[in-house]
């Protein structure tokens, strides 16, 4: 069975430092994009980061650059967040993801979600003020 395991999730003040990670099991790991989308209370999905584990091309949301940085681990088939200089608007749920698809770096490119076949159940962030 495909598994996405996420975790790292927790409370933090602005300013502090977060690292989520994202267990694999049960697919192909190099050959599967990871992203990690969020949902705000009262906002739609949206796509932070996205890792390609055969090339390690990434992507990043504008609001995060310089913030977090996405990487992989394909010997573990885990794929990290580390999310550092917090803000309250981080304040989400976060999941990752993974999808036969690709991730790009191109200032036109967006994630799509409804590429992105396999879902973790989620982990809570809440960054304080």
């Known amino acids: 069975d495909v598994q996405l395991v996420e975790s790292g999730g927790g409370l933090v003040q602005a300013g502090g430092s977060l690292r989520l990670s994202c267990a694999a099991s049960?697919?192909?790991?190099?050959?599967?994009?990871i992203g990690w989308f969020r949902r705000a209370p009262g906002k739609e999905r949206e796509a932070v980061s996205c890792?390609?584990?055969?090339?390690?091309?990434?992507y990043y949301v504008d609001s995060v650059k310089g913030r977090f940085t996405i990487s992989s681990d394909n010997a573990k088939k885990t794929v990290y967040l580390q999310m550092n200089r917090l803000k309250p608007e981080d304040t989400a749920v976060y999941y990752c993801?993974?999808?036969?698809?690709?991730?790009?770096?191109?200032?036109?490119?967006?994630?799509?979600?409804?590429?992105?076949?396999?879902w973790g159940q989620g982990t809570q962030v809440t960054v304080s003020s």
């Open positions: 890792i390609s584990t055969a090339d390690e091309n990434t």
């Open positions: 993801a993974a999808g036969v698809t690709y991730c790009s770096g191109s200032s036109h490119y967006i994630p799509r979600s409804i590429l992105y076949d396999y």
């Open positions: 049960g697919f192909t790991f190099g050959q599967h994009a």
